[in-house]
């Protein structure tokens, strides 16, 4: 059953690897052809060109916006998953420390050798 798992935790691993992988081509790539858009001098356009050029800086500054908006959402969604997680930790404390405290006991009685406060009956099974 473990090598189950360690398959399984592998196969992830690797899936996760070729997604980040893409993920930067498609991130390099991308950026790359941005910079090279804006490499071209504006003023040795002619005058269809130059409005192109406005229109392609628009639809960026759009996306580019768009993107940001995104990036914003998701940082917010993954900090309350954590805030989330940290609040039901620490919901839990009281009945961890209550399970603790179970256990602490449980042990102390077991490992008394003949309480005293204990009837003879329960102690010597007799």
């Known amino acids: 059953m473990q090598n189950v ?3 399984v935790g592998q196969i992830a691993q690797q899936l996760a690897s070729v997604i980040w992988r ?6 390099g790539w991308s950026f790359g052809q941005v910079g090279q858009m804006f490499s071209r001098p504006f003023s040795t356009l002619d ?14 500054a759009y996306f580019l916006y768009k993107i940001a908006k995104d990036l914003l959402k998701a940082v917010q969604s993954v900090l309350s998953a954590i805030v989330g997680l940290i609040s039901a930790l620490i919901s839990m404390l009281p009945q961890i420390v209550l399970v603790g405290l179970i256990a ?11 309480p005293s406060w204990m009837p003879s009956v329960l102690v010597r099974g007799q």
């Open 104 to 114: 602490f006991g449980g042990a102390w009685v077991v490992n008394q050798q003949s």
């Open 47 to 60: 005058i269809w060109k130059q409005i192109v050029y406005v229109i392609v800086i628009a639809a960026l």
């Open 22 to 27: 893409v993920l930067q081509f498609i991130w």
């Open 5 to 7: 798992f360690n398959q």
